[in-house]
């Protein structure tokens, strides 16, 4: 069979992407162009300034993509693009500019969802095996979901408040740690022993998850100790934080492997970038004798390859993407 190549492009957050992307599973060419260190100035990102610079480098981060392939836009079969969920105008610039290379160069466009992308993510690792549970766990999202097959996701459960994500966001402010957040927190973890009391969130059978109470649990023990004078332990407090917030990923986590039955498992979302956690997924796994599959830390943060696996599966089903597609802030997979 001829071989399919994708050209994938990400803009959600503050991340400027693209990759080529090969039969769903073999990443050609990838170009991250962050943004972060603009952002980190003002502690998070600012959706206009990110926005702003998408316009200004997207061109920039193709011709540097083709270039490393050795490619050329006759080579490639279709334009992806994520259209939901993120900044809505991040989001603007990525779609504007996928339809418009759809258009001059006369491809199939494929609308992709950023969270499909996460999921798929793991093809460019090892090809998925259903059935499977995936965890993912992102800034906006923390869930269980069981796939059957292809695009075809039934959330089991999840949070039903702050994502993970935003809880290791938060917990770094009050440590008074750069922005992002999660990768400084799980440094700082890693430094520290579990020695302060936090409360155990939904410790319960069912798949509910919930953060906003462990968050503030930690904001108010930062404030009450810098109240009567004490020095935190933020390695402590960091470390204390990881495992009880990993703690209840993992506690969920089994119950849906024991009443699934599920021999495959993936992580998916940005958190899946977290040391702790991709150990303790792994003893978990190696317990229930399941097969992992965890993205390398390039395709857990944001990235176009992933985008590019996501979208081949709707290639190959021709569901393209019609030349009004526009861009949403919000729109769910499951
Ligand atoms: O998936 P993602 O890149 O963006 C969304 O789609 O939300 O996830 C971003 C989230 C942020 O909250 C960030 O702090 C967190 O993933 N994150 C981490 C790590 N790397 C990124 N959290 C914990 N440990 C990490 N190493
Ligand atoms: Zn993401």
Redesign the pocket.
């Known amino acids: 069979m001829k071989d399919v190549n994708i050209l994938a492009i990400e803009t959600?957050?503050d991340?400027t992407s693209i990759a080529i992307i090969r039969n769903g599973v073999e990443c050609v060419s990838l170009t991250v162009l962050t943004q972060m260190d603009t952002h980190a100035m003002y502690g998070g990102v600012v959706p206009e300034i990110a926005s702003r610079m998408h316009a200004e480098n997207i061109t920039m981060v193709l011709e540097e993509t083709l270039n490393k392939s050795k490619m050329k836009m006759s080579d490639i079969d279709a334009i992806a693009v994520t259209y939901s969920?993120?900044l809505l105008g991040s989001l603007l610039v990525g779609v504007e500019f996928a339809k418009t290379l759809a258009l001059v160069y006369d491809k199939p466009l494929i609308a992709v969802n950023?969270?499909a992308g996460?999921i798929y993510a793991n093809n460019l690792e090892k090809k998925m095996e259903f059935p499977l549970l995936a965890l993912v766990?992102?800034?906006?999202?923390t869930d269980l979901i069981l796939m059957k097959d292809d695009y075809k996701f039934e959330h089991i459960g999840g949070t039903l408040d702050d994502?993970?994500?935003?809880c290791?966001?938060k917990v770094?402010r009050v440590l008074g740690l750069k922005y992002?957040?999660?990768?400084n927190?799980?440094?700082m973890a890693s430094l520290g022993k579990h020695t302060y009391e936090l409360p155990i969130p939904m410790n319960d059978d069912s798949f509910n998850m919930s953060f906003s109470g462990l968050k503030s649990s930690i904001i108010n023990l930062v404030h009450n100790e810098a109240q009567r004078g004490h020095e935190i332990r933020k390695e402590d407090l960091a470390c204390s934080f990881?495992e009880v917030a990993v703690d209840q990923l993992i506690r969920k986590s089994e119950l849906a492997i024991k009443k699934y039955k599920v021999k495959n498992m993936i992580v998916a979302?940005?958190?899946?970038?977290?040391?702790?956690?991709r150990e303790k997924v792994k003893e978990l796994t190696d317990k229930y004798n399941i097969n992992l599959s965890i993205p390398r830390?390039l395709y857990?943060?944001?990235n176009a390859a992933m985008i590019g696996a996501a979208a081949y599966p709707l290639y190959m089903r021709g569901e393209f993407a019609d030349m009004d597609l526009n861009a949403t802030s919000r729109d769910e997979l499951y």
């Open positions: 959600s957050c991340e969920p993120g950023h969270l996460h766990v992102s800034g906006g999202h994502a993970v994500g935003e290791y966001d770094a992002p957040g999660g990768p927190v799980d440094r990881q979302g940005g958190v899946s970038a977290n040391k702790y956690l830390i857990c943060t944001d």
